[in-house]
């Protein structure tokens, strides 16, 4: 009964090799967001969709970009990875507009590796 | 610009023992702070959020805008309380995201 799903859980690729990773949902949340978390770090949010808007934070590198194709899905796309951009990618939900809309439910995450 | 700030990375206490979890937090406006847990190979979760003033667990926490501090505490510490915990804010107003904590590793001892 997974209700946020992140695919693949672990991730190896290249430096400078794009990469793309997916999250899907059976919350039929209308907020996704994503977050990097560096090892011993807090959580740091890139970006979210609210529905089809997208609010970009303004530290987020251009190098990461995002996709929802539909309410069910939502990608990371890193361009061009670098060393630094090894990483757990967390992907969250949440409802805006119920009651506990602040909850954010979380994915497993996926851990990215950059060779 | 908000920030959580957790002053201990490691936290180790004995089974039975009294437990809190420092967080204190900068904003100008009026925040919403949120306790979420992290349990070994889980994914994370809310444990709690100070507008509901529930006990979780055994867990309270209360909100101190004079100290701007939203500790978390448990009068008994389990073992099964092992965890990572990460105190997190939501801006005042309609704002969705979460600034967190750099995480606290609690660990009960036997």
């Known amino acids: 009964d997974a209700m946020v799903i992140q695919n693949p859980r672990y991730q190896v690729t290249q430096f400078g090799k794009p990469v793309t990773l997916s999250c899907s949902q059976t919350?039929?949340?209308?907020?996704m967001y994503w977050y990097q978390q560096k090892s011993s770090q807090a959580p740091k949010l890139l970006f979210h969709y609210y529905d089809k808007d997208f609010n970009n934070e303004a530290d987020t590198p251009d190098n990461f970009q995002s996709r929802r194709p539909n309410t069910s899905f939502c990608f990371l796309d890193i361009r061009s990875p670098g060393l630094g951009d090894a990483a757990m990618y967390l992907c969250a939900t949440s409802r805006q507009g119920s009651v506990n809309y602040n909850e954010q439910f979380f994915g497993p995450g996926t851990r990215l590796t950059v060779l | 610009a908000q920030r959580v700030t957790q002053p201990e990375k490691l936290l180790s206490v004995f089974k039975g023992a009294p437990v809190e979890l420092k967080c204190n937090y900068s904003y100008s406006g009026s925040p919403e702070l949120f306790w979420y847990v992290q349990y070994s190979r889980q994914r994370l979760q809310l444990l709690l959020r100070h507008i509901s003033r529930e006990s979780i667990k055994g867990f309270t926490a209360d909100l101190n805008k004079g100290e701007t501090s939203f500790h978390l505490k448990k009068p008994f510490a389990q073992e099964e309380d092992s965890a990572m915990y990460y105190c997190?804010?939501?801006?005042?107003?309609?704002?969705?995201?979460?600034?967190f904590g750099s995480g606290t590793q609690l660990t009960v001892l036997p």
């Open positions: 919350l039929n949340h209308n907020v």
């Open positions: 997190a804010l939501r801006a005042s107003g309609s704002a969705r995201q979460l600034t």
